[in-house]
């Protein structure tokens, strides 16, 4: 019964996810913006892993199944994702030095993995790419007005916080909120609501104390 | 007898003038550095390049010094020195990265910049965490045999004297490790710390005309 809940909601998190792909192509489209193109790919490779997630659901598939040492192929999917989470936020920052760090890093996790069984070095890299990326988006989203760099950020932010619990539920729970902050940037959601532009403000100001200015 | 003793003292002089005149010489190319720094407000990444691996060489040199003809350094400090990822062994894997550091930023591949230090520093955590070294020496070997053709190629397509001033020392340098005869390899130390001494005093200039970087 649990895994019925479980594959609902990883249904939602998948529909909501191609929401997010279908809505920055859409943009793309019109803009030709390069984070969009980004983001679409890295909501996809995401999207690749539910897909995944839901055929364990559905055919209970094994990703624990052991490579080589502790190396497991859900660790090897993880490592994947993070590799590409830490590319786009090299390409967001132009950092085209950098595009090779998170290859040598995930290689040498994975090997380390395999020569030691241990978590806590996937741990910390998991910890520092998601809350790294986050701050560096959420801060660079506000300073630029960028809803949509507020989204990912607050995505990362959110998904890692699920991750670091351990616990089906609440991972699930917190990747649906992450895909829902992301999906609210794509669609502008808080260039609208959040942030307060302050020229539309002046002017509202302005006129009113024309007006009371012309009534006395 | 006479041999072994013309061999010791030429062993000495080796290790005594590498000693002496590799941090001199590597005192004069970050004079340079600082120098060129307060001129354009920033460091040139390839002098800085050529400067660091100096100061690693110094480095080496000095306590090779001390170790072989002082009894200046404590016994856990040569084991230190001689270990598989020992100090000797990690210089001469950071001489053979910045080589190839060097490579990439002359040659102006952006992507790759970064990448054999990345590539270094995580062999050397994976070593620090499981103990693992068995990739150290076959790097040092390939990454330092493509370093010296690339800085060669390098030097040769660029006319860049930085280029083939390190691609000569490396040369010098590296063959070392596969020399066990005790004569070549002190005249082959004698030859590098000359030709040390002549480039960082600006004297090897094959190429008239500087590399802009």
Do not use: C
């Amino acid at each position: 019964m649990a895994e019925i809940g479980f594959l609902f909601m990883e249904l939602v998190y998948f529909t909501m996810g191609l929401m997010t792909v279908f809505t920055t192509l859409k943009q793309w489209k019109i803009n030709k913006n390069r984070m969009l193109i980004a983001v679409s790919i890295y909501v996809a490779a995401v999207l690749v892993t539910s897909i995944i997630d839901i055929s364990i659901y559905l055919f209970d598939f094994d990703i624990d199944i052991l490579i080589a040492g502790g190396l497991t192929i859900g660790m090897i999917l993880g490592f994947i994702l993070f590799t590409i989470q830490l590319e786009f936020m090299f390409y967001l920052k132009d950092l085209p030095k950098l595009y090779t760090l998170p290859f040598f890093a995930s290689f040498y996790l994975a090997f380390g993995k395999v020569l030691v069984d241990s978590t806590i070095p996937f741990i910390i890299y998991a910890m520092i790419v998601s809350y790294g990326s986050a701050y560096f988006l959420i801060k660079d989203g506000r300073k630029s007005r960028n809803g949509l760099a507020i989204g990912m950020g607050l995505f990362f932010l959110i998904w890692g916080l699920g991750q670091t619990f351990q616990l089906e539920t609440i991972i699930i729970s917190f990747r649906i909120v992450a895909m829902v902050a992301l999906l609210l940037g794509t669609r502008g959601f808080y260039e609208k609501y959040v942030f307060v532009n302050v020229e539309e403000e002046q002017k509202i100001m302005g006129t009113w104390i024309a007006k009371l200015v012309v009534k006395e | 007898m006479a041999e072994d003793f013309f061999l010791s003292s030429l062993g000495i002089v080796a290790n005594l003038s590498s000693a002496i005149f590799i941090p001199i010489a590597t005192l004069i190319l970050g004079r340079k550095l600082l120098k060129d720094k307060k001129e354009t407000g920033k460091y040139n990444i390839i002098r800085l390049i050529i400067f660091l691996s100096f100061l690693n060489f110094s480095i080496l040199a000095i306590i090779e010094f001390l170790l072989k003809n002082t009894p200046l350094i404590p016994p856990f400090i040569e084991e230190l020195y001689s270990a598989e990822f020992g100090f000797y062994n990690t210089s001469v894997a950071i001489r053979v990265t910045l080589g190839l550091t060097l490579i990439f930023y002359i040659n102006r591949w952006e992507i790759l910049h970064f990448s054999a230090i990345f590539f270094f520093i995580g062999m050397l955590f994976l070593y620090l965490f499981t103990g693992f070294s068995a990739w150290l020496e076959n790097y040092t070997i390939i990454a330092g045999v493509a370093s010296i053709l690339f800085l060669y190629f390098t030097a040769f397509r660029m006319k860049d004297n930085g280029a083939l001033s390190i691609a000569i020392f490396f040369t010098l340098t590296f063959s070392i490790q596969f020399i066990s005869e005790a004569l070549v390899s002190e005249i082959i130390i004698i030859s590098y710390v000359a030709f040390v001494v002549i480039f960082s005093l600006g004297l090897f200039r094959p190429y008239k005309q500087e590399v802009n970087t």
